[in-house]
């Protein structure tokens, strides 16, 4: 099913993004939404506490299902040679970078650009190391970017939150952040844009008493 921005006429946002309405055109779109879950391999994954790990991955294989169901793209990036953890979705990329910021030495940007996304909801494991470094740098290079908290996971709960909160410095100078279930509701909006309401026919002038009252007679005209 498309998402709700996808058909003309319908503008959507995600519910309670900060520190502006996510995406800031009102287009959610699968063509042009891609979902990238930074640090999803082993590396990261063994670094991550056990509790914030399996509820970032059961939350980002959710958002991830969500994505592709709605035609966007589902990226995983492995770093720096770690081995890449399961596809969260069996449509997923799977793309290897250089360094914590997944444009370095890698063909992430690339990929997103040939394939048209635009708008890129950034999650995965490691919140204030490549998660935030991927996100950063696609916000650099012009992408409309949202970063679900809950579907991310960080080394130190402290560090996550500050991380997060820098996003939103100077009115959203890396994006805006937001959380995982007003996200999926704004992916699985209705898609049926309101009809406008049908104009209303005028009604004809009544007397006080409810009567119809009598058509004006025409003026007399004038005789040459």
């Given amino acids: 099913m498309p998402f709700a921005g996808t058909v003309r006429g319908v503008s959507v946002h995600v519910d309670g993004t900060v520190p502006y309405p996510w995406p800031y055109d009102g287009l ?89 996304r635009t708008h890129v909801i950034v999650a995965g494991l490691g919140l204030e190391g490549p998660v935030h470094s991927t996100l950063r740098s696609l916000n650099d290079r012009g992408f409309e970017c949202l970063l679900v908290t809950d579907a991310c996971a960080p080394l130190d709960a402290a560090l996550g939150v500050a991380a997060a909160g820098m996003v939103t410095m100077s009115g959203g100078i890396f994006g805006a952040v937001g959380t995982l279930a007003p996200t999926l509701a704004a992916l699985t909006a209705p898609t049926a844009p309101t009809a406008p309401t049908a104009p209303t026919a005028p009604t004809a002038p009544t007397d006080l008493a409810g009567r119809a009252s009598p058509a004006p007679n025409p003026s007399p005209q004038e005789e040459p």
């Fill in 28 to 116: 959610v779109d699968g063509a042009s939404l891609a979902l990238v879950l930074a640090g999803w391999d082993e590396c990261w994954s063994a670094r991550v506490a056990a509790p914030h790990l399996g509820l970032a991955v059961s939350a980002a294989t959710t958002l991830a299902g969500e994505v592709a169901a709605g035609g966007g793209m589902v990226v995983a990036l492995a770093h720096r040679g770690a081995v890449p953890l399961g596809r969260p979705t069996p449509s997923a990329l799977t793309v290897r970078a250089d360094g914590l910021d997944g444009c370095f030495g890698g063909p992430l940007e690339p990929e997103l650009r040939r394939r048209g």
